[in-house]
C-alpha cells in the first residue's frame, strides 16, 4: 500500500479552505449534514476510512463545478487518472457494473432478501456485493425492496456508501433507479409523483418539464439517489409499440427533443445525472425488447430526422450518460447485432458523429433483446468492445464479472479500454459532488421530499396535460347540480408504483370532493359479460357515467362495455387512462378524454376537468389513426378542445 500512500497525500492538498459549491434553491434540496458515523476504521495497513474521505473530499473541491454551471470545464483528468492507477484489475472490473440487490438495509436485510440475494448474488447484502465486486453503481427497485420510505432509502444509501468507501481504495457508488414518472416509478409517496413523459408532451411546457427534472432530483438526492435513467428520448410513432408509448414525450421529434432537453437540465439543477434512454431509438417497435428482439427498419436518412433528433437535444444540454436499445436496427448496422452490442453504432455514431464523450449504459442486460444471439458471458465483454461504460443488472454478476476480467487477462479486451470507461465514470461521480459525503441528512429529506410546494407544482403541471378530445353537445363538464350522481366504471390496470389507485377509485373520491355523489365500480382491463351486465344496471341509477379505459383494441371486451353504457342514453364521458388512441375505438361516445396515464395526480387532474374546475389544455402529443382504416388520421398532433 505504499505507493498508495503518497497518491492520498497528492489529492488531500487542495483541502484548506473549501468552500462547497452552489446547487440553487436550498429549500428543495440539502447536502448538509454530520459526517457519516463509523467514520473511524482501526489502522489495518492501509489507509484509513477517514483518509479516504479525506482524499476524496480534496478531490471534489477540485473536480466538482456547480450545478447551475453544468456546461463549465471538465473535471481535471489527471487526478481521476491517479485515481485509476492505483486501482487493482479487479477493482477496475468491478467498477463498471450497476446491479440489483434485494433489501431495505445495505447490512440487515428481511431474511427473505437475504435468500433472495444467495440465490441471485452469491452474497447476503448489499455491503457483501459490493466488498467481493467493487461494483461502482447500485440499482433500486421497487421489487427489490430497496424503496420503503424516504428515510430508510436514504439509510440504504448511506449504508451502501459505507460500505464501498470502506473498502481498500473505497469509491462511492453511483446509485439509481427508473424514476420516470407516470407509468414507471421506483420511488412513490410520499415523494412527490408527476405525470408522466406524453403527458407533460400534452401540455408542451420546457418549463413545466424543467421544473419536473428540478423537483424529482432534488428529492432523489435528497435520499441518495444520484443517477436516474430519465428521460425517455424516444420518438412514439408507433401506437402499436407495446414498451415504450406514453413513456415517450410524443411522435414530434423536434418537440420530444425540446421538452428532453428541458429535464435534462432541471436534473443537473439538483446535481442528479439524467440518462437519454434507449440510444438509438426505441420509438417505432411492435416488440418488447424484455421479451423478444425487436428490429427498426427506418432508413439512415429517416433516424437521421426523427430518431436521432432528441439524442442530438440531449448531448448539446450537457446530457449525464445515454442508455442503450436492445434493438436490431440494420439501417445503422447490418450486421444482426444488437445496438448495445454495436461498435458502428455506439462508437461511429454516439461517439463519432454525434460527439458524445459521456457515460454510456446498458440497458437492463438480463432483457431478452440482448441475449438472443450470444451467452451471458459474452455479452459484458462485446458492450465494452461496442463502446459501453456502465453494464446494468446482468443476469449473473458472477459470469459477467468473470468473463470481463477473463477479456482483459486474456488479451481480447486491453486495460487501457477499461480505464477509458472508468475515467468516464470517476469524471461523472466528481462532478456530482459525490467524494463529499454525506450523501443524505435527515433533515435533507424532511424539507425537500414531498413538501406541498412540491406536490402543488405537480397538481399544476399535471392540469395541464389532460386533453379533451370530443365534445359534442357540450357533453362536458358534468355540472353537480344536474348530474350529481356519477358511476365511475372501467378498467383497473395496476397502479405505478407508490401510488394509490386504483384509478376509478381514486377518481369517484375525487368527483366527490369537488362536489359529485361519486361511486367506483371495477371491471377490469378485459370486462366479463356479467361485469358488464352489472355497470349497465348500475349506469341506470346514475346521472352520468365516466368509463376508464385502457390500452382498448378492436377485439377488447372494453369496447362491448363502452357500447352498452352508451345505449343507457346516460351523459357519458369517456377517459382513456393510458394510450390516447382509445378514442378511435368508440368513435359514438360524445365525450372523450385522454390523461396518458393513471396515477393519482393524471387522475384527480382529470377529475377537475371533467368537473370543469379547470379547462382542459393538453393537446395531443401523438396523432391517432381511424380504427377501420389506420392510414387515415382521426386527430392529428395538435389537437384538443377547451371549454
Known amino acids: 500500500m505504499r505507493r498508495w500512500r503518497p497518491l492520498f497525500r497528492l489529492l488531500c492538498s487542495p483541502l484548506t479552505e473549501r468552500n462547497f459549491p452552489d446547487i440553487g434553491d436550498l429549500s428543495e434540496v440539502s447536502f448538509s449534514g454530520s459526517p457519516l458515523e463509523g467514520a473511524h476504521v482501526p489502522d489495518t495497513g492501509r489507509p484509513s476510512r477517514r483518509a479516504v474521505l479525506a482524499a476524496t473530499?480534496?478531490?471534489?473541491?477540485?473536480?466538482?463545478?456547480?450545478?447551475?454551471?453544468?456546461?463549465?470545464?471538465?473535471?481535471?483528468?489527471?487526478?481521476?487518472?491517479?485515481?485509476?492507477?492505483?486501482?487493482?484489475?479487479?477493482?477496475?472490473?468491478?467498477?463498471?457494473?450497476?446491479?440489483?440487490?434485494?433489501?431495505?438495509?445495505?447490512?440487515?436485510?428481511?431474511?427473505?432478501?437475504?435468500?433472495?440475494?444467495?440465490?441471485?448474488?452469491?452474497?447476503?447484502?448489499?455491503?457483501?456485493?459490493?466488498?467481493?465486486?467493487?461494483?461502482?453503481?447500485?440499482?433500486?427497485?421497487?421489487?427489490?425492496?430497496?424503496?420503503?420510505?424516504?428515510?430508510?432509502?436514504?439509510?440504504?444509501?448511506?449504508?451502501?456508501?459505507?460500505?464501498?468507501?470502506?473498502?481498500?481504495?473505497?469509491?462511492?457508488?453511483?446509485?439509481?433507479?427508473?424514476?420516470?414518472?407516470?407509468?414507471?416509478?421506483?420511488?412513490?409517496?410520499?415523494?412527490?409523483?408527476?405525470?408522466?413523459?406524453?403527458?407533460?408532451?400534452?401540455?408542451?411546457?420546457?418549463?413545466?418539464?424543467?421544473?419536473?427534472?428540478?423537483?424529482?432530483?432534488?428529492?432523489?438526492?435528497?435520499?441518495?439517489?444520484?443517477?436516474?435513467?430519465?428521460?425517455?428520448?424516444?420518438?412514439?410513432?408507433?401506437?402499436?409499440?407495446?414498451?415504450?408509448g406514453v413513456r415517450s414525450f410524443g411522435a414530434d421529434p423536434d418537440a420530444v427533443g425540446a421538452l428532453v432537453a428541458a429535464e435534462v437540465r432541471g436534473y443537473q439543477a439538483s446535481r442528479v445525472a439524467a440518462t437519454a434512454k434507449h440510444f438509438p431509438g426505441h420509438g417505432d417497435t411492435a416488440v418488447d425488447s424484455h421479451t423478444g428482439f425487436p428490429v427498426i427498419t427506418h432508413s439512415r436518412d429517416l433516424w437521421e430526422k426523427l430518431d436521432a433528433v432528441p439524442f442530438r437535444a440531449a448531448i448539446a444540454a450537457g446530457i449525464d450518460s445515454i442508455m442503450t436499445a436492445h434493438i436490431q436496427f440494420p439501417a445503422l448496422d447490418d450486421s444482426g447485432d444488437p445496438a448495445t452490442l454495436s461498435r458502428p453504432v455506439l462508437t461511429g455514431i454516439l461517439r463519432g458523429e454525434l460527439g458524445y464523450d459521456g457515460v454510456v449504459i446498458t440497458d437492463s442486460l438480463g432483457m431478452q433483446g440482448v441475449r438472443t444471439k450470444y451467452g451471458d458471458d459474452r455479452v459484458p465483454v462485446l458492450a465494452l468492445k461496442a463502446g459501453v461504460d456502465q453494464l446494468l443488472n446482468p443476469p449473473s454478476i458472477d459470469v459477467a464479472w468473470h468473463a470481463v476480467l477473463k477479456a482483459v487477462q486474456d488479451g481480447e479486451l486491453t486495460e487501457s479500454r477499461l480505464d477509458e470507461s472508468i475515467l468516464r465514470i470517476l469524471r461523472l461521480k466528481a462532478r456530482l459532488g459525490l467524494f463529499d459525503p454525506p450523501h443524505t441528512s435527515r433533515a435533507g429529506i424532511e424539507r425537500t421530499v414531498g413538501t406541498k410546494a412540491h406536490l402543488a407544482a405537480a397538481d399544476r403541471i399535471a392540469e395541464r396535460t389532460t386533453t379533451l378530445l370530443v365534445n359534442e353537445d357540450h357533453t362536458l363538464p358534468f355540472d353537480p347540480r344536474t348530474e350529481r350522481r356519477i358511476l365511475v366504471v372501467g378498467a383497473d390496470p395496476d397502479s405505478p408504483s407508490g401510488t394509490t389507485g386504483p384509478p376509478t377509485g381514486v377518481l369517484a373520491a375525487a368527483l366527490t370532493e369537488l362536489g359529485f355523489t361519486a361511486t367506483a365500480l371495477s371491471t377490469g382491463t378485459t370486462p366479463s359479460a356479467a361485469a358488464i351486465a352489472e355497470a349497465v344496471t348500475a349506469a341506470q341509477d346514475a346521472d352520468a357515467v365516466v368509463v376508464a379505459t385502457y390500452n382498448v383494441t378492436a377485439g377488447n371486451a372494453q369496447r362491448t362495455l363502452v357500447s352498452q353504457l352508451r345505449a343507457t342514453g346516460r351523459p357519458l364521458a369517456a377517459l382513456a387512462l393510458r394510450n390516447p388512441y382509445d378514442v378511435a375505438q368508440y368513435p359514438s361516445v360524445k365525450g372523450c378524454l385522454a390523461s396518458y396515464g393513471w396515477t393519482d395526480v393524471e387522475v384527480r387532474a382529470a377529475a377537475r376537468v371533467i368537473a370543469g374546475r379547470v379547462a382542459p389544455r393538453g393537446r395531443l402529443p401523438v396523432p391517432v389513426q381511424r380504427a377501420d382504416d389506420p392510414a387515415q388520421v382521426l386527430y392529428p398532433i395538435g389537437h384538443g378542445l377547451t371549454y
Open 57 to 244: 473530499a480534496g478531490l471534489t473541491a477540485a473536480l466538482t463545478v456547480p450545478a447551475t454551471a453544468h456546461a463549465a470545464a471538465p473535471p481535471d483528468p489527471r487526478r481521476l487518472r491517479a485515481l485509476i492507477s492505483g486501482m487493482t484489475l479487479e477493482e477496475k472490473v468491478g467498477q463498471l457494473f450497476v446491479m440489483r440487490v434485494y433489501g431495505h438495509s445495505a447490512t440487515a436485510p428481511d431474511q427473505a432478501d437475504i435468500d433472495a440475494n444467495l440465490k441471485e448474488l452469491g452474497v447476503r447484502t448489499a455491503a457483501e456485493l459490493i466488498a467481493k465486486y467493487r461494483v461502482g453503481g447500485i440499482i433500486y427497485f421497487t421489487w427489490a425492496h430497496n424503496t420503503r420510505d424516504p428515510h430508510q432509502i436514504a439509510d440504504l444509501s448511506e449504508g451502501i456508501q459505507k460500505a464501498s468507501l470502506d473498502q481498500p481504495r473505497g469509491l462511492p457508488v453511483l446509485i439509481s433507479t427508473d424514476q420516470e414518472h407516470g407509468a414507471v416509478c421506483r420511488v412513490g409517496k410520499p415523494a412527490t409523483l408527476f405525470p408522466g413523459a406524453m403527458a407533460v408532451g400534452a401540455a408542451g411546457s420546457r418549463s413545466d418539464a424543467h421544473t419536473l427534472g428540478r423537483i424529482s432530483g432534488a428529492e432523489l438526492r435528497a435520499m441518495g439517489i444520484n443517477q436516474d435513467y430519465s428521460p425517455d428520448a424516444d420518438v412514439n410513432v408507433n401506437p402499436a409499440n407495446p414498451i415504450i
